[in-house]
């Protein structure tokens, strides 16, 4: 029978909220002209520069994270100049649908959904460009629909390379889950949201925009009025915003940032790369087969085909057994796969957990033997020691 209030998310976002982080967003709220609320803006900006390890400027939207990535073209491109798109599953799409609603020229670079982007694509693209015309590289770090993490580092460095183009990246399943230097990969343009690495519920997005994404900001010709980020950056100077901003999700923002520099960054990624391996390995054991290559799984979600199961009834029947939600397929792989987010306030227990319950799903039906469901555990037993 299931329990709502105890119903445990672990899809790749809205991810759990740790219980400091829910008392802050029950507080009352203050003016956000306040003394106290630019104290509030001043801290969460420096611990967001420590997140993204950036000197940039770091700013924060209301809005969900397709906000900070719609953002990040209209500010810096302008009508019909060319960009080249990563795609390699339903985010990268979107970054397609968002350039070409601008009136972008856009250059894909495809990969097989569940295999990762090919460096050497975008090299060779941005070598060819003895014009300089490419204005801008925009693609996913950690492809959510499909469970697969882009080599951002090579590609980011061949953009560099390039000298002209910047790059636009959706960190949105990277950022607080794995390594992403912002300077020392030279990113220029970074956006990510706050219901996922960051603990806190839907309603914030993040952008951290370099030098040269504002000096290209100076040309900029598409529309933009909420989302200039000029006015974003003004008001920063004072710790302010340009219009009133989801004051309470701030005060969640404060202390969700406090807990991660408690952790700190090498635990928090090591505790992702932890439970990336205890999962995919365990599902191994299990029979399952993983939907991603396993070179490039990312650590936030890993996606599991289910073969002639549905897998929209295995996640119902999870849910209904056990209150854990897992992420279906998105469009042609609904029903073929399910994914399980294992992204922010995850701890060890709720991998076992998860696991468990898989296991004891697939003996119900008579997939795996209580041997092989006790050697899953063993699995993932060891690779979160
Ligand atoms: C969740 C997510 C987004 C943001 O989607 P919103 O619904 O706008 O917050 C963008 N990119 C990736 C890779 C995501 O996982």
Same mark, same amino acid.
């Not at 829910?22 to 507080?27: F, G, I, R, V, W």
């Given at each position: ?8 998310? @672990?899809?790749? !976002?809205?991810?759990?909220?740790? %219980?400091?982080v ?8 203050? +003016?956000?002209?306040?003394k ?8 969460t900006?420096k ?9 940039? =400027? ?5 809005g969900s994270?397709?906000?900070? @990535? ?7 491109l302008?009508?019909? =100049? ?7 599953g339903?985010? +990268?799409e979107r970054?397609?649908?968002v350039a070409e609603?601008?009136?972008? %020229? ?7 959904w !569940?295999?990762p982007?090919?460096? %050497? ?5 941005l070598?060819?460009?003895?014009? *300089?015309?490419? *204005? ?10 499909? +469970?697969?993490?882009? =080599?951002?580092?090579t ?15 959706d960190?949105?399943?990277? /950022? ?11 990113? =220029?343009?970074v ?7 960051? @603990?806190?519920?839907? +309603? ?24 200039n980020?000029?006015s974003?950056?003004k008001? /920063? ?11 309470n ?25 932890k ?6 390995n365990?599902?191994k $054991?299990?029979?399952?087969? &993983?939907? $991603?290559?396993?070179?490039?799984l990312?650590p936030?979600?890993?996606?599991? *085909?289910t ?17 854990? &939600? /897992? ?20 701890n060890d ?15 119900? @039906? ?8 006790? %050697? ?10």
């Amino acid at each position: 029978m299931a329990i709502q209030q105890k119903l445990s998310l @672990m899809i790749p !976002g809205p991810t759990p909220v740790p %219980e400091k982080v829910l008392h802050a967003l029950s507080k009352h709220p203050i +003016g956000h002209r306040s003394k106290e609320f630019q104290a509030l803006v001043e801290s969460t900006t420096k611990n967001l520069q420590w997140l993204h390890q950036t000197q940039n =400027d770091v700013l924060t939207i209301t809005g969900s994270g397709t906000a900070a @990535m719609e953002a990040g073209i209209i500010n810096t491109l302008s009508k019909g =100049d060319k960009v080249i798109c990563g795609e390699n599953g339903k985010f +990268g799409e979107r970054w397609v649908k968002v350039a070409e609603e601008f009136g972008l %020229e856009v250059i894909k670079i495809n990969s097989q959904w !569940g295999t990762p982007l090919n460096p %050497e694509k975008f090299k060779e693209l941005l070598e060819q460009d003895k014009q *300089k015309e490419i *204005k801008a590289v925009i693609l996913t770090h950690s492809e959510t629909s499909t +469970g697969v993490i882009n =080599d951002l580092k090579t590609i980011s460095s061949y953009i560099s390379e390039h000298k002209t183009a910047l790059s636009i990246v959706d960190c949105v399943t990277s /950022l607080g889950a794995c390594n992403v230097p912002v300077d020392e990969w030279n990113l =220029d343009i970074v956006a990510s949201g706050s219901q996922k690495g960051y @603990m806190i519920p839907p +309603g914030l997005s993040f952008i951290s925009m370099s030098q040269k994404a504002w000096e290209a900001a100076e040309n900029s010709n598409l529309p933009k009025f909420y989302l200039n980020l000029k006015s974003y950056r003004k008001s /920063l100077r004072s710790n302010s915003n340009p219009y009133t901003p989801a004051v309470n999700l701030v005060f969640a923002l404060d202390e969700s940032l406090k807990m991660m520099r408690e952790e700190g960054l090498e635990n928090i990624f090591l505790r992702h790369t932890k439970h990336k391996l205890a999962i995919s390995n365990a599902a191994k $054991a299990l029979n399952l087969e &993983l939907f $991603a290559s396993e070179k490039c799984l990312s650590p936030s979600i890993t996606a599991i *085909k289910t073969g002639e199961m549905d897998a929209e009834i295995f996640r119902k029947t999870i849910k209904n057994k056990f209150d854990i &939600l /897992l992420a279906g397929g998105q469009d042609h792989l609904k029903g073929k796969i399910f994914r399980i987010g294992h992204l922010g306030y995850i701890n060890d227990r709720d991998i076992i957990t998860v696991l468990t319950a898989i296991s004891n799903i697939l003996l119900g @039906m008579g997939k795996v033997t209580a041997q092989q469901a006790g %050697e899953a555990l063993l699995v993932a037993n060891k690779y979160l020691e």
